[in-house]
């Protein structure tokens, strides 16, 4: 069997480009019982500009929105989510907003969630990775 790697770029995510090189893909889809790993995602709008300074809640959910978007280019949904890797600044705060995550992840995905001192930048405060398997 095959199995072949697709890195994709979804247009609805800032592409992660410094210096003029990319840095990562936010999505590598991997054909053959396919996987599909989403790359951590912050809570940044299309254009790269964070969203829900200093609100926890604001920023789960455009994590959420921004893992939706990222799945969907490769063909797969939230529920296909197997696995989360979770980077949070206050864990205490991130828990007080379980139900929005539960919007995004009610799958029940397995999870690791870790309390971290700083993000990529000083103004996000959650980070969320995927691995999602596709039949």
Avoid: C, W
């Avoid at 995602?41 to 829900?52: M, T």
């Avoid at 929105?65 to 799945?71: F, M, S, V």
């Amino acid at each position: 069997m095959t199995v072949s790697r697709k890195n994709i770029q979804p247009d609805a995510l800032a592409a992660p480009v410094r210096g003029g090189h990319t840095l990562y893909s936010h999505v590598v889809s991997v054909e053959g019982k396919r996987l599909v790993f989403v790359a951590g995602q912050l809570a940044r709008d299309r254009g790269g500009n964070v969203v829900g300074k200093g609100d926890m809640r604001a920023q789960i959910r455009q994590v959420g929105e921004n893992i939706k978007a990222a799945l969907a280019t490769a063909g797969a949904t939230l529920g296909d989510i197997v696995k989360t890797n979770t980077y949070v600044t206050d864990m205490d705060e991130y828990f007080k907003h379980v139900d929005i995550r539960m919007e995004y992840l009610s799958a029940l995905p397995t999870s690791t969630t870790v309390e971290v001192r700083r993000l990529a930048h000083p103004d996000l405060m959650v980070e969320v990775e995927v691995i999602a398997v596709v039949d």
